[in-house]
């Protein structure tokens, strides 16, 4: 095979690429800028565990988003993320603060509890975000040696129910968090969505308020695997490099890790990815609202449809585009949508959701 049809391999495509869904934003492949960057990492040797040079470069890409004690820490996935920048909040005894609906709390397998060795104290909020008052539903018994300690209170950004925290609202969290000496995690798997729906820089709520470290998300805005533990305030962790390998998140070959995130967040990939999909998330939940038959559940702030609809009607369209029961019981889903999700695939999921309701 010649050098301009591209290197030989023996794997085969086992998918049919024209097949679109509205399940997860996981479910798209990696953005061609950041294969482009792989490519660029690959050749030649670098060294292994993060002394990489590009590693090296993603540090002072994060100072330039969160600031110059910005230090991040490359891992494999999000919950590596979370239960490593967790472990590193809290002493043995400590205990996390959520949201009911927290991904660390549905969606983890247990692993905060089981594998980080923390108490998760959970909090029912309306709309997947917490306030300094329904912090305060959990935040006691410091001096209790019968309770695990409250230390430390995570927020996701944007929320597991589409919404987003205003700065305002993320601001007065840390300070009534730091007030009664707990630490702020900020689970930003969707980190970017949040700025661009909000249209401000991601320090505006991170760093510039105080939160003490992030779960930075890069999957479901175009890497094709990786996220970032970034410690923005280094006095609130401690030993995350023991850390993160002992939590088996340390990969050998970190650079392509780091150079995804570089290509993600070097310029404006990662804004260009997230207003997108936001955007046919709008054009989604605008055509939704024209159909009868159909509720959308929670304001759609970034790039997640909540909605409520017939059970049969949701068997049905689920034979033509993938996506998730959110709440089977009650006919709530959830329809995402991603970087590459194009106008054409929004209208023609809105076209069989309408034959579907008219089959009612």
């Known amino acids: 095979m010649t050098a301009a049809l591209g290197p030989r391999t023996d794997a085969r495509r086992h998918h049919d690429p024209s097949v679109r869904g509205f399940a997860s934003d996981n479910y798209a492949g990696a953005h061609p800028e950041v294969l482009a960057a792989l490519a660029l990492a690959n050749d030649g040797h670098q060294v292994a565990y ?36 967790l472990q590193a909040l809290t002493d043995r005894w400590g205990a996390v603060i959520c949201a009911e609906s927290a991904h660390i709390n549905v969606d983890e397998g247990g692993a905060p509890e089981r594998m980080g060795g923390l108490k998760l104290l959970t909090v029912p909020t309306p709309d997947g975000k917490l306030t300094p008052e329904l912090i305060d539903r959990q935040a006691w018994g410091w001096e209790d040696e ?4 409250p230390q430390v209170v995570s927020i996701t950004q944007n929320t597991e129910l589409g919404t987003v925290y205003t700065v305002d609202e993320i601001r007065a969290i840390v300070e009534h968090s730091h007030a009664k000496g707990m630490k702020v995690h900020l689970d930003g798997a969707r980190i970017a969505n949040a700025a661009a729906s909000l249209d401000v ?41 023991h850390l993160r390998k ?17 290509a993600l967040l070097a310029k404006d990939l990662w804004l260009r990815n997230a207003r997108h999909s936001n955007a046919m998330a709008q054009r989604l939940a605008a055509g939704v609202r024209e159909l009868d038959g159909v509720e959308i559940l929670y304001p759609v702030q970034a790039n997640a ?37 194009t106008e054409d695939d929004v209208d023609a999921f809105l076209q069989a959701l309408k034959e579907e309701l008219a089959r009612q």
């Open 50 to 85: 993060g002394e990489d040079q590009y590693t090296e470069h993603l540090q002072r890409i994060m100072h330039g988003h969160f600031g110059p004690t910005a230090e991040a820490f490359p891992v494999f996935n999000g919950t590596g993320a979370n239960v490593t920048a």
């Open 146 to 149: 019968h309770r695990a300690m």
């Open 201 to 241: 820089p991601m320090r505006a709520f991170t760093n510039a308020v105080g939160v003490d470290v992030i779960s930075y998300g890069g999957t479901k805005n175009g890497m094709l695997f990786g996220e970032a533990v970034v410690v923005l305030n280094p006095d609130a962790v401690s030993h995350m490099k």
């Open 246 to 262: 002992l939590s088996m998140q340390l990969a050998s070959k970190m650079r392509f890790v780091s150079v995804q995130l570089e």
């Open 305 to 341: 449809v909540f909605a409520r609809l017939p059970h049969d009607v949701t068997r049905r369209l689920q034979e033509r585009f993938r996506f998730y029961f959110w709440d089977e019981k009650a006919g709530d889903v959830r329809w995402m949508c991603a970087f590459d999700t």
